[in-house]
């Protein structure tokens, strides 16, 4: 990874997974006594989403800098999510209930467009889209 742009999407990418279970968390008014339980939700997030979105090109440089493009994150989420739930289920050898994947992968997949937009508006606003 010699592209600064890069790490810097790649950093983006954590933080927003990162959010997005510290607000899981706060939703169901667990935070305060969560501690590194959270881990158990963002490892298989992040890890999930680190094998799956370089398949569907959420890392490719032409892509992260078209905006047409901003499917791909989102998509490589909701792909990622039913794998995030598979080893958060392993992880706590408990069943996987459908309805935390469903969400899970919805409001991730939302937040990480969200930060991929912002990214695209830092880093890309005015560039003609390649290809």
């Known amino acids: ?5 890069l790490l810097v999407l790649l950093a983006g990418d954590v933080i927003t997974l990162a959010l997005v279970t510290l607000v899981g968390f706060a939703s169901h008014n667990e935070l305060g006594n969560a501690g590194a339980r959270m881990l158990t939700t963002f490892i298989p997030l992040l890890t999930a989403w680190l094998l799956v979105a370089p398949h569907l ?3 490719d440089q032409q892509s992260i800098t078209d905006l047409r493009q ?4 989102f998509w490589a989420m909701v792909l990622a999510a039913p794998f995030a739930g598979w ?3 392993a992880w706590l050898n408990a069943p996987i209930q459908p309805v935390f994947v469903v969400v899970l992968g919805g409001v991730s997949a939302l937040a990480l467009s969200a ?6 508006g830092v880093f890309s606003r ?3 889209p390649h290809g």
Do not use: E
């Not at 990874?1 to 742009?5: K, L």
């Not at 901003?70 to 994150?73: F, T």
């Not at 930060?115 to 695209?120: F, M, N, V």
């Open 115 to 120: 930060w991929r937009l912002i990214y695209w």
């Open 70 to 73: 901003l499917w791909r994150p």
């Open 87 to 89: 080893m958060r289920g």
């Open 57 to 59: 090109g959420a890392f």
């Open 1 to 5: 990874m010699r592209n600064p742009r």
């Open 126 to 128: 005015g560039r003609a």
